[in-house]
């Protein structure tokens, strides 16, 4: 039976009194590329420490290619790469230097990896990397990553520093190393349109350490928003929508996912189809009779923040 690179199982954290997650589970399946999204807060990073051994949860356990997370085998730690919210590297060191250091400790190094990457800087081997602006210290980072030849990528915000340019590079260039589908990613990443040409699968974190993974195309497809003007709702019905997208109201209704307060109008998310919108909108007794919902197209990150919320 094939061990998945990754496994959580049950698990419970907290800082003090704040819950982060509470019953959290996921399976991420080798050969698939994983998007992290949720708003700042809601735990991404504090997962991602939990997966690479630098915290412990409380309750629960997460597992690297079978060991646990906080107690992996050497041997699993070569299996995995790892960039951790900034691009860290020895400064004092040329770019021909910091990949024959880097190259002692990983078996399977792929030296070709790393010069397709930084060769793109146009600078000398010799060039120090303490004379480097931030996105070209980050090229050499992720260049030095994929040398390493991981079969399981960690990538917590690696566009951090790159420009438009090398972030498009960056993501073209893993896309053809991970074709071969014995890769896993898992990334985090702050501009979410890079995510609509990039991952496979989204993992959408909640406040509560709730979590909803599907593929990114069947998220885009089935993910729809409505919209409700002020005119359509009764004047109840307006004072209650805005109590519910406020979070003042509490839960919203199972059809619906959030819903958002404008000027003019509400805009309702929801995985379901108009007509059990409107049938949940009357239960709700914001409308009467019968009321027309306008079906609102969406960019990824117009869904990213629908679906998680603006607040």
């Avoid at 590329?33 to 991404?44: A, C, E, P």
């Avoid at 349109?193 to 593929?215: I, S, Y």
């Avoid at 089935?222 to 003042?248: D, H, M, P, V, W």
Wanted: glycine share 8%; charged share 25%; net charge negative.
């Amino acid at each position: 039976m094939n061990q998945n690179p990754v496994s959580i199982q049950h698990l419970f954290h907290s800082y003090g009194s704040k819950v982060i997650y509470e019953d959290l589970s996921l399976e991420f399946e080798q050969g698939n590329i994983y998007g992290l999204l949720g708003k700042n807060g809601v735990g991404k990073t504090t997962l991602i420490k939990i997966l690479m051994g630098f915290l412990k949860p409380k309750a629960g356990e997460c597992r690297i290619f079978g060991d646990p997370a906080n107690a992996i085998s050497a041997g699993t730690r070569e299996r995995v790469g790892l960039l951790f919210e900034r691009h860290l590297t020895y400064q004092f060191f040329s770019i021909e230097q910091i990949e024959r250091f880097m190259s002692s400790f990983y078996p399977r190094w792929k030296r070709e990896n790393y010069y397709e990457l930084v060769d793109v800087l146009g600078l000398p081997g010799s060039h120090k990397i303490a004379w480097m602006s931030e996105g070209q210290r980050s090229q050499v980072v992720l260049g030095l990553i994929l040398a390493q030849d991981p079969e399981l990528l960690i990538l917590d915000d690696y566009s951090m520093g790159l420009d438009a340019g090398y972030r498009r590079l960056f993501v073209d260039f893993l896309r053809e190393h991970l074709k071969d589908g014995k890769h896993t990613v898992i990334l985090t990443s702050h501009v979410i349109q890079d995510m609509n040409r990039f991952v496979d699968n989204v993992v959408f974190l909640r406040r509560g350490g709730q979590a909803h993974v599907t593929r990114l195309d069947d998220f885009m497809r089935n993910f729809i928003c409505y919209r409700l003007t002020r005119s359509a709702a009764t004047r109840e019905g307006e004072k209650t929508l805005s109590e519910l997208a406020s979070g003042r109201a509490g839960h919203i209704h199972g059809d619906i996912v959030n819903i958002e307060e404008h000027p003019e109008y509400f805009d309702i998310f929801s995985f379901r189809d108009i007509h059990v919108v409107t049938e949940a909108l009357t239960s709700l007794n914001v409308v009467s009779g019968s009321v027309t919902l306008q079906t609102i197209p969406m960019d990824i990150e117009d869904a990213f923040v629908g679906y998680t919320g603006r607040r």
